[in-house]
């Protein structure tokens, strides 16, 4: 088991902030890892890879095999945060028992401590099968990537009143239901805040503003990795891009005028 369970997630809820992040492969992972056990709680599998990692422009196509595949590699890397995987789109929307298998697989063969999937009153059964059987899930309200062509795009979402009021609903029955977190991804900051006073349960924020218990930045944004536009809610904390492409800018001189490889780095 993980040093970072659902209880002591919980547990930090009025305690402190945390910072959560997004990543798909072993690589990333042990970098998570040599932070030490104190530094991120949990560690997100996202079917965002569909964007980040597939150059996709939606996660509509990540498939459940990807999903495994991509958490095994995180999993495989990963000792102390918590490793929530995402149920990917399609993988539960037809019908509960499909979503359950999904699960399974996630947790069996990709070595995931808990899944997330998005919606509300819809997915509750869902949710509370899962909880059932023991498997922990975190819900995902909001900005729902999944929903994006219902929505007309990666849109804010509960600006309005009775859409905010429908969202905070939302939330309470996911927590009711058994989810040990929330997600809520692209709503007003006030909004956030609410979301994260009405529950017992963490509420992680990306595009939500500062109120809420924990932030998710994807792995890409938060190191400076993305090309091109980032959205308004995203500070990178790095320049890793940058320093790529000094490094590959630097190997290409290097090997065009003879100065890669030296002698030391030759055999004999
Ligand atoms: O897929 C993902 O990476 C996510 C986070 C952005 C919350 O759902």
Partial sequence: MRTWTPQKIRALKGVRRFATVTCYDAASAALVEALGPDALPLVLVGDSLGMTMQ?????????????????????????????????????????????????????????????????????????????????????????????????????????????AERLLADARHLEAAGCFALVAEGVPAALGA???????????????????????????????????????????????GEAAKAGLRAYDAAVREGAFPAAAESYE
């Fill in 55 to 163: 150059g996709r422009d939606s996660t509509l196509a990540v498939t459940l095999d990807e999903m495994v595949y991509h958490t095994r590699c995180v999993a495989r890397a990963l000792r102390a945060p918590f490793l929530l995987a995402d149920l990917p789109f399609g993988s539960y929307q037809t019908c509960d028992d499909d979503g359950f298998r999904a699960a399974l697989r996630l947790v069996k063969e990709g070595g995931a401590d808990g899944v997330k999937l998005e919606g509300g009153e819809r997915v509750l059964p869902l949710v509370r099968r899962l909880v059932e059987a023991g498997i922990p899930v975190c819900g995902h309200l909001g900005l729902t990537p999944q929903s994006c062509l219902a929505m007309g795009g990666f849109k804010v979402q509960g600006r309005d009143p009775a859409a």
């Fill in 194 to 240: 609410r979301m994260a006073k009405a529950l017992a349960i963490p509420v992680i924020g990306i595009g939500a503003g500062a109120g809420t218990d924990g932030q998710i930045l994807v792995w890409q944004d938060l190191l400076g990795l993305t090309q091109g536009r980032v959205p308004r809610f995203v500070r990178p904390f790095a320049a890793l």
